[in-house]
Nanobody, 116 residues
Framework: QVQLVESGGGLVLPGGSLRLSCTAS????????MGWYRQTPGKQRELVAL???????NIADPVRGRFTISIDNAKNTVALQMNSLKPEDTAVYYC??????????WGQGTHVTVSS
């Protein structure tokens, strides 16, 4: 059984920073990629950032230059450093993992609220 557990969400002022972290636990044989998606009410879940185990990244246009993704393969952990946050970044952020036999896994989500 594989689980993805997120941490680091919360309330932050516009212009502030937050760091999200996600650790995959259980029987992990291979990491292909890990990353983050986000979702707001009434909208589809959208990609925020992805990183492969080799370190190649895919960063969505709305957050490029403000968000940075990193991976620690030894710890099965992916982190998202979010700077210069805007109210439109408010969402539930979901950790994603493409692991093992090319199976997709999701975390339960962590709330990020950017508001004054």
């Amino acid at each position: 059984q594989v689980q993805l557990v997120e941490s680091g969400g919360g309330l932050v002022l516009p212009g502030g920073s937050l760091r999200l972290s996600c650790t995959a636990s259980g029987s992990i044989s291979r990491i292909y990629s890990m990353g983050w998606y986000r979702q707001t009410p009434g909208k589809q879940r959208e990609l925020v950032a992805l990183i492969t185990s080799e370190g190649s990244t895919n960063i969505a246009d709305p957050v490029r230059g403000r968000f940075t993704i990193s991976i620690d393969n030894a710890k099965n952990t992916v982190a998202l450093q979010m700077n210069s946050l805007k109210p439109e970044d408010t969402a539930v952020y979901y950790c994603y993992g493409h692991l093992n036999g090319m199976t997709n896994y999701w975390g339960q989500g962590t709330h990020v609220t950017v508001s004054s």
